[in-house]
């Protein structure tokens, strides 16, 4: 009897599951693929792909799904399949080459994102993750190359950034460490590599003047780069008693003032821009205290917090309401 029931009770669930729409069925399967039960993902992914066969999200989803499973094989031979439809996206690449990767089928993954890159070249996804590739084969200028490229061709995309500002940092061009880093905590705020980049940005400015004569010289054809380092020199008395969160706040100010000495700047720059702002708005501190505060000393930001509650909330609430966007053309590097 109860396996008469038990037959029923799937008849009636495979009856009304044919029911549902794909978007629903979509949704069922990252639920799935959430738990790890990925097996039931491919179940319903192929049951919705069936309803809609030329959704290309549903069919970069079950080849994410054998990713996760490590059915390396299965994702690498349906990625193959959709690249070469003209209905593939940056993410069908993107799937593609992490599997090859997974396998290290390193030709396979080169050339992939190659082909990906030409034709999407304005993808900062599939330069960033070409630059991962070769950052792995140690070809660490031709990674680095491939972030640049990222940076111009899609300059609101953070991982090239983030990307950037680790290479800048162990590098003697900690100037790009600065720029990248910040760039990067603007654009990705509060996800979990936000903590790391806010501890790597006060390392870097530690770096940079504990050790200025090791550093690389500006490059002379560079007016912006000559300009932001003549700058972080001229106020470098401002940190000597010590790179702090609150001696940050001065440099930083003092900078940002003498940039806009003169009006029109001779570099426009958003950064620089949103930094005045909170200059403007008095929440330039805060803002200082969001990025080196907790990175320099837990107990001292969170003293230094509850002394500003209402200034800190309503520098995070206007972070929040807004969205910090690079625009194109104000790539110096």
Do not use: C
Not at 52 to 73: E, H, K, M, R, W
Not at 139 to 160: F, R, V
Not at 239 to 252: E, F
Not at 282 to 299: H, R, V
Request: no cysteine.
């Amino acid at each position: 009897m109860k396996k008469i029931f038990l037959f029923a009770g799937i008849v009636f669930s495979f009856t009304a599951f044919g029911q549902i729409d794909s978007n629903s069925l979509r949704t069922q399967a990252k639920t799935y693929m959430q738990t790890g039960d990925y097996a039931n993902a491919t179940l319903v992914l192929n049951k919705a792909i069936q309803q809609a066969p030329n959704d290309v999200d549903l069919q970069n989803d079950l080849i994410f799904n054998y990713y996760l499973a490590g059915n390396y094989a299965k994702a690498i031979e349906m990625g193959k399949r959709l690249t070469t439809v003209s209905m593939a996206d940056v993410r069908s690449y993107q799937l593609l080459g992490m599997s090859y990767r997974a396998i290290e089928e390193l030709k396979d993954a080169e050339k992939l994102y190659k082909t990906g890159i030409e034709k999407f070249p304005t993808s900062g996804v599939l330069y960033n993750e070409y630059g991962e590739f070769l950052w792995q084969k140690k070809k660490l200028e031709d990674a680095i190359a491939q972030w640049q490229k990222g940076i111009a061709a899609d300059p609101n995309y953070s991982g090239n950034y983030y990307n950037a500002a680790k290479y800048y940092y162990v590098s003697t061009d900690k100037i790009w460490a600065l720029i990248y880093g910040e760039l990067f905590l603007n654009l990705e705020s509060y996800s979990r590599r936000t903590p790391e980049m806010k501890e790597l940005l006060l390392d870097a400015y530690k770096k940079y003047y504990t050790n200025m004569q090791a550093l690389k010289t500006p490059d002379s054809n560079n007016g912006f780069e000559k300009s932001f380092a003549a700058l972080l020199n001229k106020h470098a008395a401002t940190v000597s008693d010590g790179v702090t969160a609150a001696s940050l706040t001065k440099l930083r100010t003092k900078i940002i003032l003498d940039w806009f000495e003169k009006e029109p700047v001779k570099y426009p720059f958003r950064l620089f821009d949103y930094q005045r702002q909170l200059l403007k708005a008095g929440y330039f501190d805060a803002y200082n205290q969001w990025i080196f505060g907790a990175a320099q000393n837990l107990t001292d930001f969170q003293k230094w917090t509850q002394e500003n509650q209402k200034v800190y909330d309503d520098f995070i609430a206007f972070q929040r309401g807004r969205v910090f966007k690079v625009p194109s053309g104000q790539l110096y590097k």
